[in-house]
């Protein structure tokens, strides 16, 4: 049993959880991921490392309220604990890797969106540890519902937040705002990062192609069973077919088919979205179970 050490609610449906999981935060790099299982009956959801305590022995995860299973996860409380926390898993993010002479030379955006700002996270406080302050570009609809933005601003170069109703910072898209970046406040990058809505991602990865930068985008959002087997997260990339799961999560934006993985992700929200229906009614007392089983 892997015991909850702190929880705390980032904002509406999204939680931080710390869990006591001494050899995966021995281990754990970033861009890996972690398999979460809260009972014997409960299903298999990865989810990205958003930090680890080699110290402590602990490991941080983010969730977010989309469906049955992450619903039943974030209903656990401090002093609770899951069945099954198996990782790290998938590979690190390839920067790891690199000769740290040559990546203090290198010019790093991460651009993150919604609940993406937890795998982004613990990438950019690995480069500050490593002498690479990376800047970061925060995205949400407002400013309220905009996570780990203390924690950001503690280890990115520069921390911008664009938001839709321009309740801080810059009021626009992402995409917008790394546009006013580069031409109005002459800032250049070697390297993008984007890990967030796979919408966001697409547009992220056709904005940078205009201006020739390389891009990496994260598609842990596609992964379901989490070790290949179930073949769930097949993506297209660069005309070859990948599992995010073993071969990623992290791929070259320029050339994943995103229209692809965003009919498949919605397939499997469609999904979720009966189950966490069916578990509400089930509390409420309604006995039908049509879909439930599946």
Not at 175 to 196: P, Q, R, W
Request: proline share 3%.
């Amino acid at each position: 049993m892997f015991k909850i050490l702190r929880k705390k609610e980032l904002s509406p449906n999204i939680f931080l959880m710390d869990v006591q999981a001494p050899r995966v935060a021995a281990s754990a790099k970033p861009g890996q991921f972690v398999i979460v299982r809260v009972d014997e009956k409960g299903e298999r959801v990865p989810l990205t490392i958003c930090d680890y305590n080699r110290e402590e022995g602990s490991v941080t995860i983010v969730t977010q309220v989309v469906g049955a299973s992450s619903q039943k996860i974030c209903s656990l409380n401090e002093g609770e604990a899951l069945l099954n926390f198996v990782g790290p898993l998938g590979r690190p993010s390839e920067f790891v890797y690199e000769n740290i002479e040559d990546l203090r030379h290198k010019k790093i955006l991460f651009i993150a969106g919604g609940v993406g700002t937890a795998p982004v996270y613990p990438q950019v406080k690995w480069l500050k540890k490593q002498g690479v302050e990376a800047d970061v570009i925060i995205g949400a609809k407002t400013s309220s519902i905009a996570i780990l933005k203390d924690e950001m601003r503690k280890v990115a170069g520069h921390l911008y937040l664009a938001t839709d109703d321009g309740s801080e910072g810059f009021k626009g898209l992402v995409t917008d705002c790394f546009k006013h970046l580069i031409e109005n406040e002459g800032k250049k990058y070697d390297l993008v990062v984007s890990i967030g809505p796979m919408i966001m991602m697409k547009f992220v990865a056709l904005t940078t192609k205009q201006y020739g930068i390389k891009t990496i985008v994260s598609l842990n959002s596609l992964m379901v069973d989490g070790t290949g087997m179930c073949g769930a997260c097949r993506v297209s990339v660069g005309g070859k077919t990948y599992f995010t799961c073993v071969d990623g999560p992290e791929f070259d934006g320029h050339l994943v088919d995103f229209d692809e993985a965003m009919r498949r992700q919605a397939q499997y929200k469609t999904i979720e979205s009966r189950k966490a229906k069916a578990a509400r009614e089930r509390e409420e007392g309604h006995k039908c179970r049509v879909g439930l089983d599946r």
